[in-house]
């Protein structure tokens, strides 16, 4: 069975896979309430007496619903992130191992012990989670204009036991709370960074996620413009602001960041050696005091 639909995963084109051995085993034991090591252990039997004809019917449910192009995640409900697990759903996108560069990235930066921190655009909530499980000192809060990625965020804050703030804005509009404050030692943001008129969009997993989560406007850089010309208006003195963007953005988000105010500025490459991250310094000397 394993190798029948591992067949059928990478004969399907259109499919941006992992592994179709890796998602053929992952579909198997969500279906059948098996684990990996079963599975090791079990090799050798027949599934006469192992594995109900329900189990075998879902399976088959969940690998048709994978040939049609829906992203494992959302076939499971859950992905791991960092080293949390996280509902999804398709209001957001699905978390991404690239983003876990920015974690990492966050994580080498000198900060006080107790520093606010702002993810725009949090969607599942994902990296203002891991930021806080890494250091629960922290004052995290995680900002989303759709309602139901907020909701979705609060869930995976309960369910990882993690104390963040998630509100409803449409990027900086809910920072005059009370709940939030209006003033960062640290801006993160994955924001929206695809070019509207990408193929990319049309292929593989991104078919089925939100268009309003992966497009900004003609060159991909909207709302980087925005969240770069509005943060400096809620960071601290020497905070950073640190975003995720395409592969081939780094050079125009490093002269935006430059044009903006910011030093410092510096791209990181993720795991495929490719520019994903870039992240500027707020100085001292611009700071109004209020």
């Known amino acids: ?23 053929a085993r992952i579909l198997f034991t ?8 079963w599975m090791i252990t079990h090799a050798n039997d027949m599934l006469e ?3 109900s004809n329900e189990q075998v019917k879902h399976f088959v449910q969940l690998l ?34 690239d983003t876990e560069t920015l974690v990492e990235t966050v994580l080498s930066l000198t900060l006080p012990n107790n520093a606010t921190v702002l ?24 900002l ?18 993690l104390a963040v703030t998630f509100l409803q804005s449409d990027w900086f509009s809910a920072l005059n709370s009370d709940v939030c404050g209006n003033r960062f030692d640290l801006i993160v943001s994955n924001p929206p960074y695809v070019e509207e008129d990408s193929e990319y969009v049309l292929q593989g997993d991104l078919r089925f996620e939100p268009l309003s989560a992966l497009v900004s ?25 640190v975003i995720e963007h395409g592969e081939h953005q780094y050079k125009n988000v490093q002269a935006l960041l430059c044009e903006a105010g910011f030093t410092e500025v510096k791209s990181i490459e993720d795991l495929n050696h490719i520019p994903r991250i870039t992240l500027g310094q707020w100085p001292i000397s611009v700071l109004t005091e209020v």
Not at 30 to 37: D, R
């Open 64 to 97: 048709t619903q994978r040939l049609n192009g829906k992203p494992i995640a959302f076939i499971l409900g859950t992905q791991s992130f960092w080293s949390l697990t996280l509902k999804v759903s398709d209001c957001t996108l699905i978390p991404r191992q």
């Open 144 to 161: 989303d204009s759709v309602k139901d990625a907020v909701a979705l965020a609060k869930e995976n804050a309960k369910l990882n036991s």
């Open 217 to 241: 406007g003609k060159d991909g850089l909207d709302d980087i413009r925005l969240i770069i010309n509005q943060s400096k208006e809620y960071l601290n003195s020497a905070a950073y602001l």
């Open 30 to 37: 969500h279906a059948t309430n098996k684990n990996h090591t």
């Open 49 to 51: 007496g192992q594995i």
């Open 119 to 142: 993810d725009l655009g949090t969607g599942t909530g994902a990296i203002a989670l891991a930021l806080a499980k890494e250091n629960p000192q922290w004052q995290v809060s995680g």
């Open 1 to 23: 069975m394993l190798d029948w639909a591992k067949h059928c995963i990478e004969n399907q084109a259109d499919l941006t896979f992992q592994s179709p051995a890796f998602e």
